[in-house]
């Protein structure tokens, strides 16, 4: 209690503690929410649709939501059987100004169903045309769609990017559930993350931490594939983590795109281990803190890296124009800061976990990453 006529005098460190809150309060991450729930700061807007409440704010034909682990998408029953056809239309989303999209989808789909992810940009008032991101099911042949391109947009197999100068303001997807009458496509999770270019920055935290992932070389796979299979083989590196045995060619083939033809699509890539239980997502960073914070959590995290020759020491590869790695960790060397990683590029398993210094790594991560968490 202070008595009458006492001076009261506020300790330092009170003060100091006061002073840390309102700092944190306004987002230590210069991060906030807007009206729709979305994640944004000056270079990133992510929103994830993954609840009923969440579901709830869609447009449903031939859709309800269900309590489905917290909340689902699936088609409607008539006279007990499942309609054959659905769509789900999500609310619009205003965003921070984006050049780039990634949209990606946790879903089950037994037997030969499917779902078709499509999604529209809005630039200014203008939305563009809906973009058909993927045809998607484990019991069909999953494909990307070609050449898809309006005078706002156009899509570059698994992203959305804006036309010339223009940039965007606004997101919404939509998903078409496809079934036999017997069952139904189940849909968990819908996200997108909408980006600009912005430099990656290295971060404040220190962290010394390596999360023992299995080590997996994709070079040590069917020839046929074995150099173009990274993506996969680092999902299959990560799911054993999990302790799911899922090999590196299972891991290609349930996530090849033949519409494109490839094995790095990136929402291919989650959308297949979401199919074995996972919670997984295209997601993008803006500083090495993020994935310091998954990694500190005990999640290896997915990322997206190019080179030129010479750019990042210690590379199995010479250059690359895109190559996807699993970061396990970070550690100081000789008084600088490294990244454990397990590169696939690898010749052997042996040879697989490397260390790369963070100035280096900086320059060769774009920021896209896959987050893969048990469920």
Not at 42 to 56: I, L, N, P
């Amino acid at each position: 209690m202070i008595k009458p006529g006492k001076t009261f005098h506020m300790p330092l460190i009170i003060i100091i503690l006061i002073i840390s809150i309102i700092i944190l309060g306004k987002g230590f991450f210069k991060m906030d929410k807007n009206k729709t729930g979305i994640k944004q700061s000056s270079g990133r807007s992510f929103h994830m649709d993954t609840s009923v409440e969440d579901f709830g704010k869609g447009d449903l034909k031939g859709v309800r939501v269900s309590s489905h682990e917290d909340g689902a998408l699936e088609l409607e029953k008539q006279n007990g059987s499942y309609l054959k056809e659905g769509t789900y239309t999500s609310q619009t989303f205003d965003t921070a100004p984006f050049k780039y999209a990634v949209v990606s989808w946790n879903a089950d789909t037994p037997g030969k169903t499917y779902i078709k992810i499509q999604a529209q940009v809005r630039s200014g008032d203008k939305w563009s045309s809906w973009f058909t991101i993927a045809n998607w099911g484990t019991g069909i042949k999953s494909e990307s769609e070609k050449k898809q391109e309006d005078d706002i947009s156009r899509v570059m197999i698994d992203t959305i990017a804006l036309n010339g100068e223009a940039s965007g303001n606004g997101i919404r997807y939509r998903v078409a559930l496809l079934g036999d009458g017997a069952v139904s496509p189940v849909v968990r999770m819908v996200s997108f993350v909408a980006y600009n270019n912005t430099d990656r920055i290295p971060g404040e935290t220190h962290l010394e931490k390596d999360l023992d992932v299995p080590m997996i070389s994709q070079m040590q796979q069917n020839p046929k594939i074995a150099n173009v299979i990274c993506s996969p083989t680092s999902v299959s590196m990560v799911m054993q983590y999990y302790s799911l045995d899922i090999s590196a060619e299972n891991a290609a083939e349930g996530v090849f795109d033949n519409g494109a033809k490839i094995y790095g699509n990136w929402p291919f890539n989650t959308a297949f281990a979401a199919s074995r239980g996972f919670t997984a997502y295209v997601d993008r960073f803006e500083s090495l803190d993020d994935i310091r914070k998954e990694i500190f959590e005990g999640r290896p995290v997915i990322a997206s890296i190019s080179f030129d020759k010479g750019e990042l020491d210690n590379a199995p590869i010479e250059d690359t124009d895109g190559h996807l790695i699993v970061v396990r960790g970070f550690t100081t060397k000789n008084g600088a800061d490294h990244v454990i990683v397990n590169d696939p590029a690898a010749p052997t398993h042996e040879t697989v976990k490397r260390e790369y210094r963070v100035d280096q790594f900086l320059k060769a991560w774009k920021g896209i990453v896959y987050i893969i968490r048990k469920q």
